[in-house]
C-alpha cells in the first residue's frame, strides 16, 4: 500500500513540474479580441 501511495505522490508532482515547465515554455499568444461593453449608470453610487 505504501508504494501505491508512493507512486501517486510522484505521479502528482511529475504532472505539477511538467505543466510548470510546459507553461513556461510555450509561446501562448495573448487574447486579441477587443471587448467593448457598455456600463449602466445605476452600477456606480454617487
Known amino acids: 500500500m505504501a ?3 508512493l507512486t501517486l505522490i510522484i ?6 513540474v511538467g505543466a510548470g515547465i510546459y ?4 509561446d501562448i499568444p ?10 449602466p449608470d445605476d452600477a456606480f453610487p454617487n
Open 3 to 5: 508504494k501505491l501511495w
Open 11 to 16: 505521479l502528482i508532482l511529475l504532472t505539477i
Open 23 to 26: 507553461l513556461m515554455t510555450a
Open 30 to 39: 495573448a487574447p486579441t479580441e477587443h471587448v467593448e461593453k457598455t456600463l
